[in-house]
């Protein structure tokens, strides 16, 4: 552990409701501190949830495109 941090690779090392509460509350409000102007996300069947977040579909879908790790 260096500086307080450790880096952890398999979910039976990580503590999953810190990790929940922490994608859910603290990390999504500090997207705005940092001054990050664009959020994307793909989701399959939650477009509902995320739009009562303000997320609306991209305005040119046809204009991104996506490159697979291989």
Known sequence: MTDGYEIRTGPDAMDLDLVHHWLSTDAYWALDDLGVRRTLLS???AHTVYAAHGFTPLP?????MVRQAT
């Open 43 to 45: 989701t399959y069947d």
């Open 60 to 64: 040119e879908p046809d204009r991104w």
